[in-house]
């Protein structure tokens, strides 16, 4: 499955912003899908996951409160909608696919399949 996320930019801090990641090339209802970032000089993270069909999702504590991850399977599309974003939430964000995970939350390392990326950057 090819990945392609987009919606990433600039934004001041307490600002909202939406990423998407559009998949081709594979049954999309069929992967588990999450989100990560990694900030300059810093591990790629956790951010959110979701289950194949939507119903279970999992946040890293950062996000817990402020982002929601969510997939429209009939789009082939995972949205990570985020709120009340922060400096620190500065990084590329990604993200994956798994056909074979059973958590929602999962290493990087857990997944096949990656986007190329898209720059969020919060200003103060």
């Known amino acids: 499955v090819q990945l392609q996320a987009s919606g990433g930019g600039l934004v001041q801090v307490g600002g909202s912003l939406s990423v998407s990641c559009a998949a081709s090339?594979?049954?999309?209802?069929?992967?588990?899908m999450g989100w990560f970032r990694q900030a300059p000089g810093k591990e790629r993270e956790f951010v959110a996951g979701i289950s194949r069909g939507g119903g279970s999702t999992d946040y890293a504590d950062s996000a817990k409160g402020r982002f929601t991850i969510f997939r429209d399977n009939a789009k082939n599309t995972v949205y990570l909608q985020m709120h009340g974003l922060r400096p620190e939430d500065t990084a590329v964000y990604y993200c994956?696919?798994?056909?074979?995970?059973?958590?929602?939350?999962?290493?990087?390392?857990?997944?096949?399949?990656w986007g190329q990326g898209t720059l969020v950057t919060v200003s103060s």
């Open positions: 090339g594979g049954t999309f209802s069929n992967y588990v």
């Open positions: 994956a696919a798994d056909r074979f995970l059973r958590n929602t939350r999962s290493y990087a390392s857990e997944y096949e399949y």
